[in-house]
């Protein structure tokens, strides 16, 4: 018989996790911080959704409204759903944890691929479950990889698209085939965290086969495009039975009500909205064929963000790279966890920002040669 423990101990898995680390936001001391390693967008949040947020502040002994009902129904007003379908929550990162709280247990698998979200990996270790990672093809998820990798102990199947790090899709057609080969049983959460950043005619982030579906949600997020990041704010559409679980384990006022008002102004200011993916698209497209012509290669993207590959060798390595624009207040994100130890994420930033990486990245590569 063994003896009991001397102290609490967690539940098993929970060791098992790797907490997330954030991408690094400081630059040496007297040297201006250009931070592109958390995708945040350049443009900052609508004043609209500024003004809304310092409207609170005469009301913070408060509660918030803990059903968020503004906020959904301008959710709900902006893409034609049912309010009574959306659930908010704080960031998307909240939301796939009541997910895999509610539909995983222990012993059971949650999918997700090579160089998903750590997020997924996580929130399945912490609910008990068993994490079974799918690989990538050049690198974008393998809906094929994907369906092979389904047991009868498959409970979630997480899939990010666009996805980050990667900055790949998978067009909306290869979506349907992925929910057309799961068991009915099997949870398809699509996160679609950068839905808005993408121009492209075959995709699409997943509300058409929320509303024809039973085992299908889509999570989306306001702190992307939004600019809404320090409030932690996201949302999910998924079917009635799903959203009534969820409401019966999220907290009674999960999300701030500064965060519910600023969300109502951001979703409501189109013209900012225009002027980020404007913004995005432009920049995005520039800084990728200027790293090209230093003989970078970047992974083709759709979202706001870009993966740069580096060679293996001495002198021009991702890690050196990282380290020489560092010191220039250049911070990109180091994506080693997401298994590519020799690639850096950048955000597309301003103007300022993008043209300073590209000038010390032909500077670091000259010095290498």
């Given at each position: 018989?063994?003896?009991?423990?001397?102290?609490?101990?967690?539940?098993?898995?929970?060791?098992?996790?790797?907490?997330?680390?954030?991408?690094?936001?400081?630059?040496?001391a007297g040297v201006k911080l250009h931070k592109l390693s958390s995708n945040e967008t350049?443009?900052?949040?609508?004043?609209?959704?500024?003004?809304?947020?310092?409207?609170?502040?005469?009301?913070?002994?408060?509660?918030?409204?803990?059903?968020?009902?503004?906020?959904?129904?301008?959710?709900?007003?902006?893409?034609?759903?049912?309010?009574?379908?959306?659930?908010?929550?704080?960031?998307?990162d909240e939301l796939l944890q009541l997910i895999t709280k509610a539909y995983l247990g222990e012993g059971d698998e949650g999918v997700f691929t090579q160089h998903g979200f750590l997020v997924y990996r996580i929130a399945i270790l912490a609910a008990g479950g068993r994490p079974v990672v799918v690989p990538e093809k050049t690198p974008t998820a393998d809906v094929d990889a994907i369906l092979a990798a389904v047991t009868p102990r498959t409970k979630i199947v997480f899939l990010a698209n666009p996805n980050n790090p990667t900055g790949t899709y998978l067009p909306f057609d290869e979506v349907k085939r992925l929910h057309a080969g799961l068991p009915a049983h099997v949870l398809l959460v699509l996160?679609?965290?950068?839905?808005?950043?993408?121009?492209?005619?075959?995709?699409?982030?997943?509300?058409?086969?929320?509303?024809?579906?039973?085992?299908?949600?889509?999570?989306?997020?306001f702190s992307k495009i939004y600019g809404l990041a320090n409030l932690r704010l996201g949302w999910l559409y998924g079917p009635a039975h799903i959203v009534?679980?969820?409401?019966?384990?999220?907290?009674?006022?999960?999300?701030?009500g500064a965060a519910i008002e600023a969300g109502i102004a951001a979703i409501a200011d189109e013209a900012h909205l225009a002027a980020a993916i404007e913004h995005n698209e432009t920049w995005l497209a520039w800084?990728?064929?200027?790293?090209?012509?230093?003989g970078l290669v970047v992974t083709p993207s759709v979202g706001n963000f870009i993966l740069i590959h580096f060679p293996k060798e001495a002198g021009r390595?991702?890690?050196?790279?990282?380290?020489?624009?560092?010191?220039?207040?250049?911070?990109?994100?180091?994506?080693?966890?997401?298994?590519?130890p020799d690639a850096l994420r950048m955000t597309i930033g301003s103007e300022e920002a993008n043209r300073l990486v590209v000038a010390a990245l032909a500077e670091f590569l000259g010095k290498a040669a």
């Open positions: 018989m063994a003896l009991p423990a001397s102290r609490p101990v967690p539940r098993p898995g929970v060791l098992d996790i790797e907490a997330y680390v954030p991408g690094k936001s400081a630059a040496p350049p443009l900052g949040p609508s004043p609209k959704a500024v003004a809304a947020f310092g409207g609170l502040a005469g009301k913070l002994e408060f509660y918030p409204d803990g059903s968020a009902t503004k906020l959904r129904e301008a959710i709900a007003g902006r893409y034609g759903l049912d309010p009574n379908r959306i659930v908010c929550g704080t960031g998307s996160d679609a965290a950068y839905a808005e950043y993408v121009r492209r005619n075959d995709y699409a982030a997943g509300l058409e086969l929320v509303a024809e579906s039973e085992n299908v949600v889509m999570t989306r997020t009534d679980a969820l409401n019966r384990t999220r907290g009674p006022f999960n999300v701030n800084t990728t064929a200027e790293l090209e012509k230093l390595s991702a890690k050196e790279a990282d380290a020489f624009l560092t010191r220039r207040g250049l911070i990109l994100r180091a994506v080693g966890a997401y298994g590519l």
